[in-house]
């Protein structure tokens, strides 16, 4: 691009301040885009001030280069900083400009002449801003060549630090505060000198003439205080992703984009874990209204987060759901401080006199507990020692790490308290050492232990922010899931699925016959079968019938050596038209009938039991018999919380509490517990769970005496969001053989479902029409959660193509929804596809396993048929 030089504008032309980070600025093809980028400001008829961070790894080597205390080595490292410019330079094809030689000339004078002149930090401060000087200094000669002619500017001669009661030397010098009142002689100064201006991030300039540095997030918060003093039309902070979420990406990939905040929305998201953004940037412009967007520089057609004053009145609401880690308790308790005046200014002294910030707060009468957070403190086991054995002087001490803080953010949080019971159900089996609700009722915080963390996250963010329970319905607000954003649109485990390759065209021959269709993959059933045989020890393996019960489905699992569980007469009866007589078969009711256990008990399946009530009612029937007993192990697993079937909110499996009077009550009618069997859950992806089932049971089973195998259930996960991670089966055969040395006198059963068939099937549909409301585009198909009623149940995410178009680029955001009258019936939010046109194929992935199972008349609409093929 070289884009032609626009006229001069006029003085008052209002201002845009935009902000790149290091990797933002490290290569020739990011400051391409900055080019572009910048130059699509100015057409917009504004005034640009790009500020900008040091190549990625510069500022590093500089704090480096300030540790070495050899002459000869601090020089050979500025040269190799030096070098890194003048490679880049080569990149761009241009001489070294004589703003990048000065620069470097000072930087090496600096390296080799050391700290006795200015004092270490001083010094140090000196030699860290030369990174933002040597990134702004190349960027201003690259704009400029490439015909948008760029000023280079030297941030200290804008911003003006200021000092204030509290710092010391240190942080006056390496994280200060500038004066960010709007001064519009600087703006009129700037104006009469161009129109686009380049500048340091992380730099100013104190009254003596020193320089000094911002800190963390310093950048960030450099382009704030030049939008507050330019009063800025906006300021622009680019970086690697669109904004902010509404948890972490990298943690819960459903995460949404959070499109519009209020300043004081924001700042509790950055101060409670968010690193997109550094909370001190938003406190200079707040005070003078100048909003903030984020921006992905490598996808600028994304529209980002909004930040700025609050414009109207929202119903109270979860908006984020945000992580810390590293942090650290330290408990106070000593029964002389209730009402003791002085007590907490005495410990909180110990606080200062050892630089530790506190974050947290938790009192009673006779204790006080604070949180340190390792973003604001140096909290090594020296300096906690230190302040634990001052702290001994007036209190008991204790020391709780390491933990994490898990902060809930949405205004009016105190209104949503008696809503939250979902909520403190999750927190209900772990060690929450603290509570903590902020008085700006913005934030509900939960410390926990930190190895914890990562598995209630989600967990959390799908009781609040997928499933919509506490938050408005605000399309303007929550904008797509960091899937449907950066999702490749293929999960690890359907990247290489059967329908992309070899069976298209048969797939689109059948979908052009007719639709709505499911079509099945034996191969790929075969294939998943043959994996879990792998499984050295396992002796039985059943598949749950109830997955899917089509005839050709169930004669391949028998032909790969399956046995079958079922959960109802029904179920029984198709299996046994189907299978060899002598095909081993479990019956695994719940909350049955006492009819369904006599037909159970005139066949040959094994039967299960999992309550009191049938022994207890009818323990006649069961008279002399041999059954396998389920129990509730006092914990469910699994991705949502209708697949989850264990603990108290479950009800499945015998309480453990009840079980001596179930033994009891088999010793009256002669039963024999001949097997164990426990279920906690589906879609586990966690290898280490088998394993710790089949050792609970063993334990139960010492216990009872007659058990002669243990049922350690399914709920295999199949990955279905980009990136997930398939199942390590070869890590479950480590598991299992591990934990059955222990215990090898027990056979193994297990009883997997999804896994053999939900990769095997897809559902096609057809495209029936397209609708826009308000920022959503909605595209109908011609059937929905009458065929597929997981999305709409259990918030399943199945990935969902245009079968027609899939070679075509992903350029639209669609809402892919069904022909029924509820609210519910979507099947997928947020999907990036191409274009779609009416009668386009569309297909649903991983929908062998719970689709045409679950299926309904529901509207009087026609059910899917299905479709076998090899």
């Not at 050391?114 to 801003?129: F, K, N, R, T």
């Not at 204030?164 to 100064?189: C, G, I, K, Y």
């Not at 204790?367 to 209190?395: F, G, R």
Request: include cysteine; glycine fraction near 8%; proline fraction near 4%.
């Amino acid at each position: 691009m070289n884009p032609q030089s626009p006229a001069s504008l006029h003085a008052d032309a209002s201002w845009i301040v935009m902000k790149f980070g290091g990797t933002s600025v490290a290569t020739l093809p990011r400051w391409q885009n900055i080019l572009e980028l910048v130059a699509s400001r100015r057409a917009e008829g504004a005034r640009v001030l790009v500020v900008v961070s040091a190549l990625t790894g510069i500022t590093d080597a500089l704090k480096q280069l300030c540790t070495q205390g050899d002459k000869g080595k601090r020089i050979e490292a500025a040269k190799a900083i030096a070098q890194r410019h003048y490679d880049l330079l080569d990149h761009m094809q241009l001489a070294v400009p004589d703003t990048l030689d000065a620069r470097l000339t000072e930087l090496a004078t600096l390296a080799e002449g050391g700290s006795a002149v200015l004092g270490e930090l001083a010094w140090a401060a000196a030699i860290q801003a030369h990174g933002e000087l040597l990134s702004s200094a190349l960027g201003a000669a690259f704009l400029s060549h490439s015909g948008l002619p760029t000023q280079w500017l030297d941030a200290r001669d804008c911003l003006a630090a200021i000092a204030l009661p509290n710092q010391n030397e240190r942080t006056r010098l390496l994280s200060s505060m500038v004066d960010s009142r709007p001064n519009p002689v600087l703006a009129a100064r700037l104006a009469t000198l161009g129109d686009v201006f380049i500048t340091q991030g992380f730099i100013a300039r104190e009254s003596q003439g020193r320089t000094v540095l911002l800190g963390r997030g310093g950048s960030d918060t450099s382009a704030s205080y030049f939008g507050a003093l330019l009063k800025a039309q906006r300021v622009e902070i680019w970086t690697d992703v669109a904004g902010m979420f509404t948890a972490n990406p990298r943690q819960v990939p459903g995460a949404r984009l959070l499109q519009r905040l209020d300043y004081e929305e924001a700042q509790e998201i950055a101060s409670t874990g968010a690193k997109v953004l550094h909370p001190r940037c938003l406190s200079p412009l707040r005070e003078s209204r100048v909003p903030l967007l984020i921006k992905d520089t490598n996808r600028p057609e994304l529209d980002g987060t909004v930040i700025g004053p609050e414009v109207r009145a929202h119903a109270p609401s979860v908006k984020a759901i945000s992580a810390r880690k590293g942090i650290t308790l330290v408990s106070m308790e000593s029964v002389g401080m209730w009402q003791q005046v002085g007590f907490l200014a005495d410990v909180f002294t110990h606080f200062k006199q050892h630089g530790l910030s506190v974050d947290l707060i938790g009192s009673a009468e006779t204790n006080v507990t604070v949180s340190l957070d390792p973003t604001e403190n140096l909290l090594d086991s020296d300096a906690i020692a230190a302040l634990a054995t001052d702290l001994a002087k007036v209190c008991r001490v204790k020391v709780i790490a390491p933990c994490a803080a898990i902060t809930l953010v949405g205004r009016g949080m105190r209104s949503l308290l008696h809503t939250l019971s979902g909520v403190l159900a999750e927190f209900g089996q772990l060690r929450v050492h603290m509570i903590s609700q902020s008085s700006n009722n913005l934030n509900l915080t939960f410390v926990v232990d930190e190895e914890v963390v990562d598995t209630l996250l989600p967990h959390l963010h799908d009781l609040l922010i997928a499933a919509g329970a506490l938050r408005t319905d605000d399309s303007a607000l929550f904008g797509p899931s960091w899937q449907a954003l950066y999702g490749s649109g293929e999960a690890s485990g359907t990247a290489t699925a059967w329908w992309r390759e070899s069976q298209r065209a048969r797939l689109l021959e059948l979908a052009a016959e007719a639709t709505p269709r499911y079509v099945y993959h034996l191969p790929t059933v075969r294939q998943q079968a043959r994996e879990l045989k792998s499984l050295t020890v396992v002796n039985r393996l059943h598949y749950a019938v109830k997955a899917n019960t089509h005839p050709e489905i169930l004669r391949t699992l028998v032909a790969e050596g399956f046995a079958f569980e079922c959960v109802s007469p029904g179920e029984l009866k198709a299996v046994s038209a189907i299978v060899p007589e002598a095909t081993p078969l479990l019956f695994t009711p719940n909350f049955a009938p006492r009819e369904d256990y006599v037909f159970a008990l005139g066949t040959h399946a094994t039967v299960t039991l999992d309550s009191l009530y049938p022994i207890e009612h009818w323990g006649e029937l069961f008279h002399d018999r041999e059954i396998v007993l389920r129990v509730d192990l006092g914990r469910g697993l699994g991705h949502h919380e209708k697949v989850r079937t264990g603990g108290s909110g479950s009800k499945f499996g015998l309480p453990l509490d009840q079980l001596a009077n179930f033994l009891q009550l088999a010793e009256t009618h002669n039963v024999t517990i001949r097997g164990l069997h426990a279920h906690l859950g589906s879609g586990v992806l966690d290898a280490s769970h088998w394993g710790e089932v089949y050792a609970q049971l063993a334990s139960l089973a010492e216990r009872i005496g007659s058990v002669a195998f243990l049922n350690i259930g399914g709920g295999l996960g199949v990955p279905s969001h980009p990136g997930e991670a398939r199942l390590d089966i070869a890590e479950l055969d480590r598991v299992l053989r591990e934990v059955k040395a222990a215990y090898p006198q027990y056979q193994l059963w297990m009883e997997p479902g999804r896994y053999l068939v939900a990769d095997a099937g897809v559902l096609l549909t057809r495209v029936t029409q397209q609708k826009g409301k308000a920022q959503l585009r909605y595209l109908g198909v011609d059937t929905g959660m009458n065929s597929l009623i997981r999305p709409a149940l259990y918030d399943a995410w199945h990935e969902i193509v245009n079968l027609t178009r899939l070679d075509e680029p992903a350029t639209a955001l669609y809402q892919v929804v069904g022909p029924i009258c509820e609210s519910g019936d979507v099947l997928g939010t947020d999907r990036r596809l191409p274009e779609a046109l009416e009668g386009d194929v569309m297909l649903i992935a991983q929908a062998g396993a719970y689709g045409k199972v679950m299926s309904s008349p529901y509207n009087l609409r026609d059910e899917a048929d299905e479709i076998v093929i090899e």
